[in-house]
């Protein structure tokens, strides 16, 4: 197991931009592909992006597509999830998740495919 602790969630102007953190910490991390997902209120959790162990193949929800990035640092034991032009929809709480492949290209965009979640944090989008 890996326990994942996230950070940089907040309050954020319409068309402002946040970068949010997952570190992992356990066991090494570099062969851990890694997720985002979100949740607002009344709504059901949602994938956002998800990014393979090796770093490649960065896959996006249509709704955060050319506004989101994901990216990955394994010397660090962290994931990023960058995000610009932030609308009022994207107001969740973000969760990062991870699981172990041996596959360094697949990417998993269900919440179900990971065994490894953060507590979450807050994302407000306010004008």
């Known amino acids: 197991q890996v326990q994942l602790v996230e950070s940089g969630g907040g309050l954020v102007q319409i068309g402002g931009s946040l970068r949010h953190s997952c570190a992992a910490s356990?066991?090494?991390?570099?062969?851990?592909?890694m997720g985002w997902f979100r949740q607002a209120p009344g709504k059901e959790r949602e994938f956002v992006a998800a990014?393979?162990?090796?770093?490649?193949?960065?896959y996006y929800a249509d709704s955060v597509k050319g506004r989101f990035t994901i990216s990955k640092e394994n010397a660090k034991n962290t994931v990023f999830l960058q995000m610009n032009s932030l609308k009022p929809e994207d107001t969740a709480v973000y969760y990062c998740?991870?699981?172990?492949?041996?596959?360094?290209?697949?990417?998993?965009?269900?919440?179900?495919?990971?065994?490894?979640w953060g507590q979450g944090t807050q994302v407000t989008v306010s004008s």
């Open positions: 998740a991870a699981k172990i492949l041996r596959d360094p290209i697949v990417v998993i965009s269900t919440w179900e495919g990971y065994d490894n």
């Open positions: 990014i393979s162990w090796s770093g490649k193949n960065p």
């Open positions: 356990g066991r090494s991390f570099s062969n851990y592909a």
